[in-house]
């Protein structure tokens, strides 16, 4: 167990529909990072928060937002949902946003039908 | 931005050989290439790291070794066993806050 902890662990829904995923960092974790792997696109990511605070972004899409709230748990969320996006989403914590090791959630499989 | 290329996609070895999984990055500023490890329907798992002022580095039956001149690293696994099978991920960060940039994986297989 990595101590970052991610909910629901399944999700399936409809295309057009929205959904929040949550993440709980690892105690002491101020970094939240959110990956996206498709089968086909291995690991991509989408977006990192420190404390708070937006720190880098990948190719995370208009569609998609996310967040850190001050007991720095974090959500994304996903809108206007299309087949493209069934996909497992990891959450990752680390300590700082330096040169930290990444520690994953379980992830949460989404399947939009 | 960063790009990471990962060989070969798969790669089986039979119980007890070696195996050797090779990454290319393409940013020079890249500092740090961790490994991960990830079963199937699990979680990504660090198994080994390097920074760039190291040029290799060793854990059991596992090591990484880096070519900043040539911007490669590559994962070595010796005395492979079954429980070795998973999917391995390299991955490379650069400046830019902790982000890392994946390669696209190479599923590994130990036949006994």
């Known amino acids: 167990d990595s101590g970052v902890t991610q909910t629901p662990k399944h999700l399936i829904t409809a295309t057009g529909q929205r959904v929040t995923l949550r993440c709980s960092p690892r105690?002491?974790?101020?970094?939240v990072y959110w990956y996206q792997q498709s089968l086909d696109q291995g690991l991509q990511f989408l977006i990192q928060?420190?404390?708070?605070?937006?720190?880098a972004k990948g190719n995370i899409l208009e569609r998609f937002s996310a967040q850190q709230f001050p007991d720095l748990h974090s959500e994304l969320n996903l809108s206007s949902l299309e087949l493209g996006d069934s996909a497992l989403y990891f959450c990752a914590s680390s300590v700082g946003s330096g040169q930290n090791i990444q520690y994953f959630g379980a992830g949460t499989r989404l399947s939009v039908l | 931005g960063e790009n990471v290329e990962q060989h070969p996609s798969t790669l089986s070895v039979q119980e007890g050989d070696s195996a050797v999984i090779k990454c290319t990055y393409s940013d020079s500023a890249s500092n740090y290439f961790p490994w991960y490890k990830q079963e199937l329907g699990k979680r990504p798992q660090l198994i080994i790291d390097?920074?760039?002022?190291?040029g290799e580095k060793k854990d059991q039956r596992i090591a990484v070794t880096l070519n900043k001149t040539a911007k490669h690293f590559s994962l070595h696994i010796t005395e492979t066993q079954p429980e070795d099978s998973a999917v391995y991920f390299c991955a490379a960060r650069g400046n830019a806050g902790n982000m890392l940039t994946f390669g696209g994986g190479t599923r590994l297989m130990v036949k006994p």
């Open positions: 390097i920074r760039s002022n190291v």
């Open positions: 928060y420190y404390n708070g605070e937006e720190r």
């Open positions: 105690s002491g974790d101020l970094s």
